[in-house]
T-cell receptor, first 112, second 114 residues
Framework: GENVEQHPSTLSVQEGDSAVIKCTYSDSASNYFPWYKQELGKGPQLIIDIRSNVGEKKDQRIAVTLNKTAKHFSLHITETQPEDSAVYFCAAQKGGFQKLVFGTGTRLLVSP | GAVVSQHPSRVICKSGTSVKIECRSLDFQATTMFWYRQFPKQSLMLMATSNEGSKATYEQGVEKDKFLINHASLTLSTLTVTSAHPEDSSFYIC??????????FGSGTRLTVV
């Protein structure tokens, strides 16, 4: 089955810096890659996603890149703000109504 | 956007009792819902996939008789933790799909068994 690895497990940055979180997946049939932000005591919130027919997607300060050949995808957050502090999860899925397979999570701390 | 309502947000129950958690899709019909369990500082672990009108599909290692899932309508799925024990204490999260890849998560339920 699919296996998703995520690094780093924790990431501390200063406000205004950029943050990058990386994930790798094992199943080449996966074609949908969402990123979620989870705040303490809450459910995950989708922040950006990318499909396998696209190499990069950007939404304001957030961008995701996908390298299908290497089975890597990354989350890039620019101009980080304290409110970006949370746990971020990547996930992979084979499309349709299939289950999501989550990475292990990255705890991001943005210091003022 | 799509909204999934999960209740209760917190519940404390005595050991040996049962607890029911509801997951509702408010503005879309969800043919498929997923139930996850999350331990502190860990990732989401899929427990089961729930399809409307049919039996849930449980992941390996998840006890079907302990975690009863019912998906009786296109907008409601329930998870019942039966004969709860302290080791069942956890954060339970549901997710619903109304269209391919269109996952929406509930806000989670913190279960504490005393």
């Amino acid at each position: 089955g699919e296996n998703v690895e995520q690094h780093p497990s924790t990431l501390s940055v200063q406000e205004g810096d950029s943050a990058v979180i990386k994930c790798t997946y094992s199943d080449s049939a996966s074609n949908y890659f969402p990123w979620y932000k989870q705040e303490l005591g809450k459910g995950p919130q989708l922040i950006i996603d990318i499909r396998s027919n696209v190499g990069e997607k950007k939404d304001q300060r957030i961008a995701v890149t996908l390298n299908k050949t290497a089975k890597h995808f990354s989350l890039h957050i620019t101009e980080t703000q304290p409110e970006d502090s949370a746990v971020y999860f990547c996930a992979a899925q084979k499309g349709g109504f299939q289950k999501l397979v989550f990475g292990t999570g990255t705890r991001l701390l943005v210091s003022p | 956007g799509a909204v999934v309502s999960q209740h209760p947000s917190r519940v404390i129950c005595k050991s040996g009792t049962s607890v029911k958690i509801e997951c509702r899709s408010l503005d879309f019909q969800a043919t498929t819902m997923f139930w996850y369990r999350q331990f502190p500082k860990q990732s989401l672990m899929l427990m089961a996939t729930s399809n409307e009108g049919s039996k849930a599909t449980y992941e390996q290692g998840v006890e079907k008789d302990k975690f009863l899932i019912n998906h009786a309508s296109l907008t409601l799925s329930t998870l019942t933790v039966t004969s709860a024990h302290p080791e069942d204490s956890s954060f339970y999260i549901c997710s619903a799909i109304g269209q391919p890849d269109g996952y929406t998560f509930g806000s989670g339920t913190r279960l504490t068994v005393v």
